[in-house]
């Protein structure tokens, strides 16, 4: 754990009586009803919850893949949900990776293309590492760069989003649930990835999950139910324990 | 972003394959539709201008379609023509057009003709010296297949072929003046004279003393014959433009269909590439790269076919001309690639304005 480093750090994720309400026709749904939490730089936190309790909601939002119905989303000090949608743009591009549940690799593109296209869009030059063939080489892909997503395993395909997604280095590293579609012995090396990221570089890094397992590797859980927070502090030997009493 | 597109396109050959192709027939038909008619045009200013002479002169609400005219002029005229101040040579013509071989056949006089004209050069036989005798262009002779001394059936009456010129004067078949006002019913008439101002004069002062002495006649500068063919064509220019359009719109509609399409099925790829923090600019230059990319295929395509097109009709038609200018390929090129950005405009913009949260959740 690198706990105490956290709390020498700034904060770079603050949400502030965030509130989602989709309009499905005439009527209201909705998904969070007044979140609050900061997460410190560095920090490596997992959001957990049943079903339907605002858990990705809340991911798109710090995203910025959505806007708010209230509330603010500070990310590195900038109000994202005041700002317009080219500057939000602009700040996922320069500050946020993105890891899915289904990899969403672009199907046409090689696994060493997918990564350049990302340095492209993000600009390259921003991972100190080096280019896409380094890092698929540090992932031990190096003999499937060009291979294509229909090509590559899941656990491969994953891996190489998590690639993608920090190419560039962003401050914080989004992850929904990237472990759901994965066998245990694929789900330990994507987990044992994202600490990896997190402990080597300091990564910031916030999971949405239903694993458990999962979760045990952040430093600290947010429990999420019915759009409202239920224990935003928690630590994650404590949240295993009360979700398995 | 290059590699995105291509294998986009690879990924889906048969529709990529159908655009280009509809691309490439918009441009075949602006090229070869305005080639003919424009090429036709061409040719009729460049075979009266090779007549010789300086002037025409008409009945003043003659055409400079030839065809359209009836021969209305008294040949007499020609003297009054040559007393004019400046004026070298005249000589008067008989155009008729046969409806049934669609083309026009000239009636000259062959001795005030060479007045005019000093570029005819036979590459078979020589000038006709007798009544029933015709001479032809090289055109005429290679497409009916007719040589010195061939008969030939011209308004109803049998003809010998006399000889064979380079093509490029007049019509495509010549014959007595005599003879033609014989058989067309209109003796000691013309169409029109060509005239020849005398060798130092000044061409501005002729033309004056012309419009002097013939108010209400039409008289044409054969410097100005082209423009004035190109100008005085009736429907021409609506033509060209209803070409244009019919082109632009091909471009268009199957740009828009070929970008919808496929926008629609890469929704959840515009997402990643939204989630990615491709920006609305770069979502809208990568669809309308996709199409640019399609019409440059179709309009090289289109060149190509256009080839091919022309190359089927002169072998059928060898006597059609067929006059594609650098200008015509260029704007149809143009006409390709705006009907397809175009086209391409409204699913790029709807791609960049999509929602990217359902833009992933879309399967």
């Keep these: 754990m690198n706990r105490d480093r956290i709390t020498r750090k700034r904060a770079v994720v603050s949400v502030e009586d965030l509130q989602m309400i989709y309009r499905v026709g005439k009527v209201e749904v909705p998904a969070l009803r007044g979140v609050d939490f900061t997460i410190q730089a560095g920090e490596f936190v997992a959001v957990m919850g049943p079903s339907g309790c605002g858990k990705s909601t809340l991911l798109h939002l710090i995203g910025g893949l959505l806007k708010p119905t209230a509330g603010r989303i500070l990310i590195d000090g900038v109000d994202i949900s005041s700002v317009s949608d080219v500057k939000r743009t602009e700040i996922r591009r320069l500050k946020m990776g993105f890891v899915f549940q289904s990899y969403n690799l672009l199907s046409t593109l090689t696994a060493k293309e997918n990564i350049e296209l990302a340095q492209q869009i993000q600009g390259s030059g921003r991972y ?82 239903h694993d458990s397992e999962a979760a045990s590797t952040a430093d600290r859980t947010i429990e999420m139910r019915d759009g409202k927070i239920r224990n935003r502090d928690q630590p994650v030997l404590y949240a295993m324990e009360e979700k398995h009493s | 972003m290059f590699k995105l597109i291509l294998q986009n396109l690879r990924q889906r050959p048969a529709r990529a394959l159908v655009s280009v192709v509809a691309v490439a027939l918009g441009v075949v038909l602006l090229l070869v539709s305005l080639g003919l008619s424009y090429g036709q045009l061409m040719d009729t200013a460049q075979r009266t201008k090779g007549i010789g002479g300086d002037f025409i002169l008409q009945p003043s609400d003659a055409s400079l379609f030839f065809a359209l005219n009836s021969g209305n002029l008294p040949v007499k ?84 072929v006399a000889g064979v010129f380079r093509q490029g004067t007049g019509a495509r078949v010549l014959l007595p003046l005599n003879t033609l006002q014989e058989l067309n019913g209109t003796p000691e008439k013309a169409t029109m004279f060509f ?28 410097a100005d014959l082209q423009a004035m063919i190109m100008d005085s064509t009736p429907v021409f220019k609506q033509f060209v433009s209803a070409m244009v359009f019919i082109s632009v719109t091909i471009s268009f509609l199957i740009i828009l269909l070929a970008m919808y399409s496929t926008i629609t099925e890469r929704t959840r790829e515009i997402g990643i590439l939204k989630a990615l923090g ?70 790029a913009i709807k791609a960049s304005q999509m929602d990217p949260v359902r833009a992933l959740g879309y399967e």
């Excluded at chain 2, 790269?289 to 002169?314: D, H, K, M, P």
Aim: proline letters at 4%; glycine letters at 10%.
């Design chain 1, 128 to 209: 100190e590492e080096g280019s896409a063939r380094e890092i698929l080489q540090l992932l031990g892909l190096e003999e499937k760069m060009g291979h294509t997503p229909s090509e590559l395993s899941g656990g491969e395909q994953q891996r190489v989003a998590i690639a993608r997604a920090v190419i560039s280095r962003p401050a914080i590293l989004l992850a929904d649930e990237p472990t759901g579609s994965l066998d245990s012995e694929n789900s330990r090396m994507v987990l044992d990835m994202l600490q990896g990221l997190n402990e080597m570089y300091g990564q910031t890094i916030i999971i949405i999950t």
């Design chain 2, 77 to 160: 005229v020609k003297r009054v023509i040559e007393e004019v101040e400046g004026v070298g040579a005249v000589t008067p013509i008989l155009a008729k057009f046969l409806g049934d071989k669609f083309h026009l056949i000239f009636g000259i006089d062959p001795e005030s003709f060479s007045g005019v004209n000093q570029d005819l050069s036979f590459v078979a036989g020589k000038r006709f010296s007798g009544p029933r005798e015709v001479i032809i262009d090289t055109i005429y002779a290679n497409s009916k297949q007719l040589s010195v001394g061939d008969p030939i059936q011209l308004l109803g009456h049998q003809f010998t």
């Design chain 2, 195 to 222: 005239i020849r101002a005398k060798e130092g004069r000044s061409l501005e002062q002729v033309y004056d003393a012309l419009q002097g002495r013939f108010e209400n006649y039409r008289i044409t500068k054969a």
């Design chain 2, 278 to 347: 491709a920006s609305r600019t770069y979502i809208i230059q990568l669809i309308l790269n996709e199409s640019l990319l399609i019409c440059v295929a179709g309009v090289v395509l289109g060149f190509g076919l256009t080839y091919v097109a022309i190359q089927a009709i002169f072998a059928v038609f060898p006597s059609i001309p067929v006059t594609i200018t650098l200008f015509w390929r260029v704007a149809s090129a143009v006409v390709a690639l705006a009907g397809g950005l175009l086209g391409a405009l409204y699913p």
